[in-house]
């Protein structure tokens, strides 16, 4: 992708206003907030679950493959729902740290 001159121009004077020293810097603060917000929203269920079975995840999913025969559907749908939410945790906080150092 690439920015025409008099965008780039007026964007970074606009944003030396605001304390950022170029587009760059910019777009960094801005993705890294981005991914700071999402982890929020996977955290805050990560803290749902571990409040709901008062316990781990890995304490959870060890109970849960112990359970082998029995059907608990709403057990297995949280299961999911809540290694989604540590998966994404995981995954975005390698990204953030990936463009923390870029």
């Known amino acids: 992708m690439s920015l025409d001159q008099h965008f780039i121009e007026t964007s970074e004077a606009i944003l030396a206003q605001l304390g950022f020293k ?8 801005q993705a890294l907030l981005l991914m700071l917000a999402k982890m929020e929203k996977y955290l805050s269920e990560d803290r749902l679950f ?26 297995e749908d949280d299961y999911l729902d809540w290694r989604y939410a540590r998966e994404n945790l995981e ?8 463009l923390e150092h870029a």
């Open 22 to 29: 170029d587009l760059k810097s910019f777009v960094k603060n």
């Open 50 to 75: 571990e409040k709901k079975y008062k316990t781990s995840f890995e304490e959870f999913e060890q109970k849960l493959k112990n359970l082998k025969n029995a059907e608990v559907f709403e057990q």
């Open 91 to 98: 995954r975005l906080e390698k990204q953030k740290q990936a």
